[in-house]
């Protein structure tokens, strides 16, 4: 798979470089920068992408102002992509009628697209959290979220002790953040790895807004402390056989 990788500052460079690190060696991962100081309204694309861009499967566009994603049909006929991912990180930088006009155009143009807010809830089938989670059918982009996205796990407790011996991760978040909560999770006793492993988690730190907002019905928090929420709620399953204390 070929991915084009676009940043507009320093949000997206940790996730470029773990992508690059641990995404499967026959991916090939391109990245360009993008100006943060841009129009409010963009009437000439072309005056803020690079003239040359490689033909790619996939884009991946981590902007970090609201005027940016207003570029995402534009680069559609230069690198001839499929697929897109459009990370909300924060609210802030994509509002609910961009995001409506920017798919409306990639669907015109037969791009299949997703807004994961925030990143790491991207599954291989859908995107988002709970009860706002939509489901999506893009082949590109369900290749890439089987490695990268809401953080799977295999997870191996000693029945005896009930320590955590061994943690092997299926999927990681984009940014990196579930190997750090997963090397300093092993060894903990089950009953003390929960809550204490999410924390962990957006102590990486996470790159998610600290805005309060609603996350779902009757969830109100930022977008930082759903990171570590995910995280574990997706470690959960695996160690609750193991709790002292049912959840």
Known sequence: MNILITTQGAYGLRIVENIKKRGP????????????????????????VPESLPQVDLIIFLSESQNAPQLIPDLIPLTGAKGVIVPIENSSWMSLGLKGQVKEELDRMGVGSVFPKNFCTLTDKTFGYGDRA???????????????????????????????????????SPCGST??????????HVDEALPSAGLICMQFPCLASMAMEQIDKGLY???????????????????????????
């Open 221 to 247: 928090n930022t977008l930082m402390h759903l990171s570590g929420q995910i995280f574990n709620e997706r470690m959960l399953p695996h160690l609750e056989p193991y709790l002292s204390e049912k959840v």
């Open 25 to 48: 060696s026959d991916w090939k991962i391109d990245s360009v920068s993008i100006p943060l100081n841009l129009p409010y309204i963009i009437d000439a694309p072309e005056e803020h």
């Open 179 to 188: 190997y750090h909560g997963v090397e300093k999770t092993i060894g903990k």
């Open 134 to 172: 939509e489901t999506y059918e893009c082949e590109i982009i369900s290749q890439f979220a089987q490695h990268f996205g809401s953080p799977e796990f295999r997870i191996h407790v000693n029945p005896e002790t009930n320590i955590i011996e061994d943690i092997e991760v299926v999927r990681c």
